[in-house]
């Protein structure tokens, strides 16, 4: 079992920095990657970016890329996911999630853990 908790979601202005963190705690899969996704009112959960845990390999959607930064912090077992440039249409519950294939990191469904998920307002 692995248990993730994120934090850091808050209700900002356009233009503003949100940083998002993912504590993990459990049996954690030394080779596994952790992604951040997100899901806005009325639409499908979708990948934002993925790291791996031991290699640092990082991915991020065209949608973000440029303006979120997802790192790691092997000692205290957490995944951050630095948001600046923030625009209206990020607003969504973004959910941190442990995986286990690289190749497969874009899809919901390779990942078997998830976290309750916090909430980014942002207004323009």
């Known amino acids: 079992q692995v248990q993730l908790a994120e934090s850091g979601g808050g209700s900002v202005q356009a233009g503003d920095s949100l940083r998002l963190s993912c504590a993990a705690s459990?049996?954690?899969?030394?080779?596994?990657?952790m992604g951040w996704f997100r899901q806005a009112p009325g639409k499908e959960r979708e990948f934002v970016a993925a790291?791996?845990?031991?290699?640092?390999?990082?991915d991020y959607s065209d949608s973000v890329k440029g303006r979120f930064t997802i790192s790691r912090d092997n000692a205290k077992n957490t995944v951050f996911l630095q948001m600046n440039s923030l625009k209206p249409e990020d607003t969504a519950v973004y959910y941190c999630?442990?995986?286990?294939?690289?190749?497969?990191?874009?899809?919901?469904?390779?990942?078997?853990?998830w976290g309750q998920g916090t909430q980014v307002t942002v207004s323009s």
């Open positions: 999630a442990h995986g286990r294939r690289w190749d497969r990191r874009r899809l919901m469904n390779e990942y078997d853990y």
């Open positions: 459990g049996r954690i899969f030394i080779n596994s990657v």
């Open positions: 790291v791996t845990w031991i290699t640092g390999f990082t």
